[in-house]
């Protein structure tokens, strides 16, 4: 049917039509002289319509909001993250050096450790043979 049960809404017309229902019926040269409410020309549904895509958009635009906020959070964290790590991973170098040092230094104590104790029983067997020796010729000085 083309009649509207009631005033139209004041978004969705203008304000000539939606001031004056006579000049709604008389404005429309085909409506019935009895025009107790104006014909509605599919304008009530392309309102309902305009209202849910108003709607429908509000909620997107909302949940853009929330997104871009999110995203926001996310990206302060992720900066965070990122320094933390920075600092991790420049603390990890440190040790790995530390202890790269602390090997090789290791490994010179030990190798000099090793030589002064051959150096050590080296002498020692010098020193047994020269005593040994010593106590064979002094032996055989007091024997004759």
Known sequence: LCWHPGPPPPF???KRWASDWEGWCSFLPWAHSACASPPTLGIEDLCQKRDELCRQIQQEEDEKQRLQNEVR???EKLARVNENLARKIASRNEFDRTIAETEAAYLKILESSQTLLSVLKREA???TKATASEQKSSG???DS
């Open 140 to 142: 055989g000085n007091k």
């Open 12 to 14: 969705c017309v203008t």
């Open 73 to 75: 959070q996310l990206t």
């Open 125 to 127: 067997g010098n020193l």
